[in-house]
T-cell receptor
Framework: DTAVSQTPKYLVTQMGNDKSIKCEQN?????MYWYKQDSKKFLKIMFS???????INETVPNRFSPKSPDKAHLNLHINSLELGDSAVYFC?????????????FGEGSWLTVV | GNSVTQMEGPVTLSEEAFLTINCTYT??????LFWYVQYPGEGLQLLLK?????DKGSNKGFEATYRKETTSFHLEKGSVQVSDSAVYFC???????????FGAGTRLFVKA
């Protein structure tokens, strides 16, 4: 069983479109995240939820909107896609936030905006 | 603030060579330290971690020791294999903090 699963794995879309990435974790964790990884492998946190409550909201354009219907799911919706949004987006989860907690990552969603 | 600095890559080694990837940190609280590995086309996964000074984390032949006096957590492996080719990330989280801070990643290539 995949611990953190996200769909779709690959997404190619045109500028201006709206797209969503879904994520589910079956680890029973309280905390979920969205990370963005650029072509140089630099990893940046975008959002963090703890028990469906938004905890971390980094400087991310308003076009990105996370939604957590329950603590096992965290979806990411992106409006009006731009070329610069092309990246790999990772969903992740951990038992709790911060000190000592291991983060479990999904396999990534490779977004290409053309 | 809290930050992680790791050596720039890529690091290219021959099979069975000794590996060191340097990682130093700054932390406003008491940190726990991690190494994550990302194989091609996959997400990051925990390689090892240490939660207090002088602890040694180890896994799959990799080791790292939490050195408070030098604020370092260098990753080592005595004999690398081609299958170790990946990107390695040093990371920290601190008491009272919400975030895990990741370094920029170091890409390792191992040649047969």
């Amino acid at each position: 069983d995949t611990a953190v699963s996200q769909t779709p794995k690959y997404l190619v879309t045109q500028m201006g479109n709206d797209k969503s990435i879904k994520c589910e974790q079956n680890l029973g964790h309280d905390t979920m995240y969205w990370y963005k990884q650029d072509s140089k492998k630099f990893l940046k946190i975008m959002f963090s939820y703890n028990n469906k409550e938004l905890i971390i909201n980094e400087t991310v354009p308003n076009r990105f909107s996370p939604k957590s219907p329950d603590k096992a799911h965290l979806n990411l919706h992106i409006n009006s896609l731009e070329l610069g949004d092309s990246a790999v987006y990772f969903c992740a989860s951990s038992q709790a936030q911060g000190y000592g907690n291991t983060i479990y990552f999904g396999e990534g969603s490779w977004l290409t905006v053309v | 603030g809290n930050s992680v600095t790791q050596m720039e890559g890529p690091v290219t080694l021959s099979e069975e060579a000794f590996l060191t990837i340097n990682c130093t940190y700054t932390a406003t609280g008491y940190p726990s330290l991690f190494w994550y590995v990302q194989y091609p086309g996959e997400g990051l996964q925990l390689l090892l971690k240490a939660t207090k000074a002088d602890d040694k984390g180890s896994n799959k032949g990799f080791e790292a020791t939490y050195r408070k006096e030098t604020t370092s957590f260098h990753l080592e492996k005595g004999s690398v294999q081609v299958s170790d080719s990946a990107v390695y990330f040093c990371a920290l989280s601190v008491t009272g903090g919400f975030k895990t801070i990741f370094g920029a990643g170091t890409r390792l290539f191992v040649k047969a």
